[in-house]
């Protein structure tokens, strides 16, 4: 059993830059394929970025050059480092694991999932 918490949401101007955290209870951390999501109101839950153990990452096309996914295995924690934010951006992020050693891109191959962060952009 895995547990995700998201933090590092907020509002912040365009251009601006934010960076959310999630932090993985449980063992084998780095045994997960790590991702983040993003849902604004009235659309589906969309793909952001991916990574496996380290190693490789993904991200949707809208948030390439902006976004950067990290994370750090001894601390059990995955980032979102988002830069030059536009009001586009703004929706609740999630965070989700599963233990696959690929890529995995679509929502519904996740098993665990965190609580969301509301990540707003001011025009």
């Known amino acids: 059993q895995v547990q995700l918490v998201e933090s590092g949401g907020g509002l912040v101007q365009t251009g601006g830059s934010l960076r959310l955290s999630c932090a993985a209870s449980?063992?084998?951390?780095?045994?997960?394929?790590m991702g983040w999501f993003r849902q604004a109101p009235g659309t589906e839950r969309e793909f952001v970025a991916a990574?496996?153990?380290?190693?490789?990452?993904d991200y949707a096309d809208s948030v390439k050059g902006r976004f950067t996914i990290s994370r750090d295995n001894i601390r059990n924690t995955v980032y979102l480092q988002m830069n030059s934010l536009k009001p586009e951006d703004t929706a609740v992020y999630y965070c989700?694991?599963?233990?696959?050693?690929?890529?995995?891109?679509?929502?519904?191959?996740?098993?665990?999932w965190g609580q969301g962060t509301q990540v707003t952009v001011s025009s």
């Open positions: 449980g063992r084998a951390f780095s045994t997960y394929t």
């Open positions: 989700a694991a599963v233990q696959v050693l690929r890529l995995v891109v679509a929502p519904s191959e996740y098993r665990y």
């Open positions: 990574m496996r153990s380290g190693i490789s990452t």
